[in-house]
């Protein structure tokens, strides 16, 4: 009889995440977004303050830190073939989308939303870009060319959005989860659209990411059907948009965040109540953590080794615990996914060590830069620093992640979701010399 790696689930119970790696150096401002690098030795992560700041978790230190954007940014993110590293942000009045080539420094600024920008994703080809905005508008972008592909799409409420696997389809949710959206990329029309009961605006918002599943036939979202509180995610038939199986409730608090692990085992839910974490295949809630994440910043490292979220002006890193692992069949050693981290025995704080970015280098040629018509995306984003499925079968989110036209630091397929701020480029342009 063929043996299992898996144990039986152990009861979810109220377990302790202690932090094995705490990243300092965000003190003026909260972290909005971070994101693992493909070969998960490297992150990246973003504040309200416009400052990028990456970190090396291997040396432990903090590589570079870099002023991306005119105005407040919300979220970073990285192709999953670490060619571009794409910016978002801006105010009640801008939209600021930016896109650096990792190889050439090649600058390339999106124009077109008209105010802050939420959310955006990476296609799986690594040639598309999808921001929403404020503006109550999705668009598509060739990353190549920087011209528009699509759109703008009128949205209900822009809160998440995420490309299928295929690039055909972007799934959007409101910012109050109670309307997801399938809009049709090709034809540029709503394929399906599935709204909640709720009357009137509510004080709460969530940007909870998006993520296609099982081989992009399913979406799973957070959502409120009944006129309360988003507490509840569900998973839907994309091309019906009803339920599938058991929705996963336990949460008595808004949902924010949301982390599916790139091998599609494990679900991490981030809200005030604290971070819960399920078996994605078999709905079952597997523990109960006990941490605040005000920054409703949750993500899993490439490996599904640990589990990383920001709390305030920190990144904290930890391990998820052996018998969840076991659980779902990933040994902590001689995973098929090794990174240099592959699991921290003790605690480890690293603090601020900054190589600043600078407007320019003397004696040094400037990058080329250029400003493009703002454009939609094409696939789909994976989690953050997710790596890419061979078989497409998952869509990852994210939050965020990864940019900084450095040398490519991992030629992995890897994405990274990310929420965006924005601005205008002018006298504030960057050189970036290599």
Known sequence: MASTSRQSAPAAKDMKLTPVITLEGHKDNHVRSISYFPDGNQMISASGNNAVRRWDLQAGKEIEKRKVCKYEMGAVAVSGDSRWVVTAGGDRLHGELKAWEVETGI??????????????????????????????????????????????????????????????????????????????????KLDRRVKGKKEGNFPWSTHAPVFWTNKGTRI????????????????????????????????????????????????????????????????????LFQVTTANDVVVFSPDTQHLAYANYTNVYICNIPPNILATIGLATKGHPKKTAVSYFPAPITFKTRLANWWSAHAGHAAPPIVNVLIAPGKQRNAAAGAPKQQDEELVRDEYCDDDLPLKNPNSQ?????????AGDHGSDQFCFCF
């Open 107 to 188: 600058i390339k600024t999106f124009h077109g939303h008209s105010e802050n920008i939420i959310c955006i994703d990476i296609s799986a080809d690594c040639t598309l870009l999808a921001s929403g905005s404020l503006d109550q508008t999705a668009r598509i972008w060739s990353l190549d060319t920087g011209k528009p592909v699509a759109g703008p799409f009128k949205a209900t409420g822009m809160g998440a959005i995420r490309f299928s696997p295929d690039s055909k389809k972007l799934a959007v949710n409101s910012w109050q989860a109670d309307c997801l959206e399938v809009l049709d990329i090709q034809t540029q």
């Open 220 to 287: 799973l979202a957070v959502f409120d059907f009944d006129d309360s509180f988003a507490t509840t995610f569900y998973e839907f038939d994309s091309s019906t948009l009803e339920t599938v199986g058991t929705p996963f409730r336990g949460h008595t608090s808004v949902i924010k965040c949301l982390a599916l692990s790139s091998d599609g085992t494990l679900i991490a839910s981030a809200a005030g109540d604290g971070v819960r974490l399920w078996a994605f295949e078999s709905r079952q809630l597997l523990a």
């Open 413 to 421: 397929q890897s994405t990274a979701a990310a929420l965006a701020n």
